[in-house]
């Protein structure tokens, strides 16, 4: 069995949708520790042919919290500002029909809490997408929650029976294949190829949110991006990291 598991992101970028795209199981782990000004509640979206944030509000954001601790902000104000925003950037896009109808749906959730909400952000997307990749949160998971970093993954890896963890190129610096090995996991990184798509008559902005991709290619084009990537397997070798 294939296993992914990575924080949750709001609207994260393609190499996200890539990771839970080729494991058979995708792990949303939640309860580790929230990052101020990272991608957790925030991502880029093209406006005026630049990248800009959008932001999912939340409530006591702090780095002393879990991020199944962090509670949405559910201002109507916020929300609806929010997609205003979108509405001005993507309104000349050809598929701003059908993606910005489900950024509706996705912001409409009641969920209280941050993994809560992009817990259902991803289920969404995946539908649309067709991603039968099955979803877990790490909070409702059995697991030894004493162990840390790459044990913390083993013992999740161990506990769903996986014989393959996947992880974003990112991690080749955080994680040892022989270990993964002595346990029976084979260690793969799967790093994304170059890709660019028209933007109306901009130049081409890279690695913005899933949002862009959704509203100016078709779920077929989606696809076929879903698998331009390099799988890479682990190893012990420091050399290899820049491979």
């Known amino acids: 069995m294939k296993l992914g598991i990575m924080q949750p ?8 949708w890539q990771l839970l795209n080729v494991v058979d199981k995708y792990v949303i782990f939640d309860d580790v520790h929230y990052i101020n000004r990272g991608w957790i509640n925030r991502n880029r979206i093209l406006t005026g042919g630049n990248p800009a944030y959008l ?5 006591g954001a702090s780095q002393n919290k879990r991020i199944n601790e962090i509670e949405i902000n559910h201002d109507k104000r916020l ?16 598929f701003y029909s059908s993606a910005f109808p489900l950024l509706c749906e996705i912001m409409g959730s ?7 909400f ?28 004493t162990l840390k970093g790459q044990e913390k993954i083993l013992d999740i890896c161990t506990r769903m029976k996986a014989s393959e963890y996947y992880n974003a190129i ?6 040892s294949a022989g270990r993964f090995y002595e346990k029976g996991v084979l260690l ?33 084009e989606i696809k076929a991006m879903l698998e331009n990537y390099t799988l890479i397997t682990g190893s012990d070798r420091t050399e290899d990291v820049n491979d």
């Open 118 to 145: 992009i817990g259902e952000s991803l289920k969404l997307i995946c539908g649309y997408l067709g991603i039968r990749t099955e979803l877990y949160l790490s909070s409702a998971l059995e697991k030894d929650d």
């Open 170 to 175: 990112g991690g080749q610096k955080l994680y």
């Open 188 to 220: 793969k990184f799967l790093r994304p190829n170059a890709y660019a798509y028209r933007q109306f008559d901009n130049e081409f902005q890279k690695d913005l949110s899933i949002l862009d991709v959704m509203m100016f290619n078709s779920v077929d």
């Open 9 to 16: 992101y709001f609207l994260p970028y393609i190499g996200y």
């Open 55 to 59: 932001n999912l509000p939340v409530r």
């Open 110 to 116: 009641k969920e209280q809490y941050l993994s809560g």
């Open 79 to 94: 929300f609806d500002k929010a997609l205003r925003t979108v509405e001005l950037a993507y309104k000349r896009a050809p």
